[in-house]
């Protein structure tokens, strides 16, 4: 609460100042109802790019454009009233340089009020992350597996295996350097991400990174069983709400079919006898 009263929204400071207390708690959302009920329980709500493959059908989240993320982001806004909300600049909209990512992160603030941005990449994007920083534009770092270089990764695989460690730890301790607020560590091993964890004096959120993090995020529809064509072993499923709405529309279809929908007590007669809900029953 601030001081008149008003429920205070969480700040970039308030995540800072979580580094090593209680976990933070972050979801996905892409609309406004499901912002809603985050928003009620989670301290980061994150308009992921992963909205293209969710909600959109893409392959991939290489095809995201700033307009989607815009529109899901004016959704979202909404729905949020305690959370901080970030905002993902999706691929193409910030790798040419910090003037572009500064172009369109301002834009992506401006027309979703979100309270932050999110940039993918390591050590390369360290110089971009310091000037939105410097200019009023608080970033979350990505690191580790980072969704958009699928291509140059081969596939969504574990990064920081063995030797390979060493070029996550310099991507995650570039990124925080220049300024980040908070970093995701997404699919590295558990060891590293406690590294990483110990070195960084921001916090880390883990996806597929260990209970070691600072905090922990997940696709929303992930871990309610409503994405399903296939389930990262990082991911815990809290509910199987896609098995439940295929059974529901099972239900519908067939009582349409046997005439036993609409029934009596969903059809309206001549006269109206009552109010009920505002309706005239
Ligand atoms: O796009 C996304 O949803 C993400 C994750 C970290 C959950 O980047």
Redesign the pocket.
Known sequence: MSATGELKAMTPPDVVARKGGQPLVCL?AYTTPMARLVDRHCDIV?V????GMVLHGLPS?LGVTLDMMIMHGQSVRRGVGRALMVV?MPFGSYEEGPEQAFRNAARLMAETGCGAV?IEGGEGMAATIRFLAARGIPVMG?VGLT?QAVNTFGGYKVQGRGDDAERILRDAAAVAEAGAFAV?L?KVPEALARRITANLAVPTIG?GASSSCDGQ???VDDMLGMFTPFQPKFVKRYAQLGEQAETAIAAYARDVRERRFPSTEHVFGDAPKSIKGGEAA
């Open positions: 996905t994150l992921g790019d992963s909205v989240t993902d999110k990505h969704p995701v997404e996806i995020i997940l696709v």
